[in-house]
């Protein structure tokens, strides 16, 4: 593959990156648009874990991570496909964990369950 080639497949990546998320692999559908970038974080912050259904590899942990961090109010979040969780860290002024799961859900297709076990990490950190 020449570098033009090359250049051309990553140029139209980035470009249809601006448009949704998509999925690495088979396993979801997606292509709603993206929301802001993750913002600074602020003092206030809580923490929640969610369970995450749909995915079907690793990549699509690094989707759902993406999509997650995309949200407005979200400034960390850590997706593992071995356990099919999320923990994401947010500002509860900005958003909330309802929103935190549809938007995870419009975004990528998979779906997230809040944790509310005592065990969990759920709460302030």
């Given amino acids: ?59 699509c942990a690094t989707t759902a991570r993406v999509a997650l961090q995309r949200l ?13 969780s999320a923990i994401v860290q947010y500002d509860p002024q900005r958003t909330s964990p309802d929103r935190i799961a549809d938007h995870l859900v419009r975004m990528t297709g998979y779906r997230a369950t809040l944790v509310t076990d005592r065990n969990a990490v759920v709460g302030r950190p």
């Avoid at 003092?43 to 995450?52: E, Y």
């Fill in 72 to 84: 407005t109010g979200v400034y960390r979040a850590t997706v593992s496909y071995d356990s099919s």
């Fill in 1 to 59: 593959m020449t570098p033009l080639v090359r250049f051309s497949i990553v140029a139209v990546a980035v470009a249809a990156g601006a448009a949704g998320i998509r999925p690495l692999c088979r396993g979801a559908s997606a292509g709603t648009p993206l929301l802001a970038a993750q913002e600074a974080q602020a003092a206030d912050t809580a923490v929640v874990r969610f369970t995450v259904t749909g995915m079907t590899c690793g990549s």
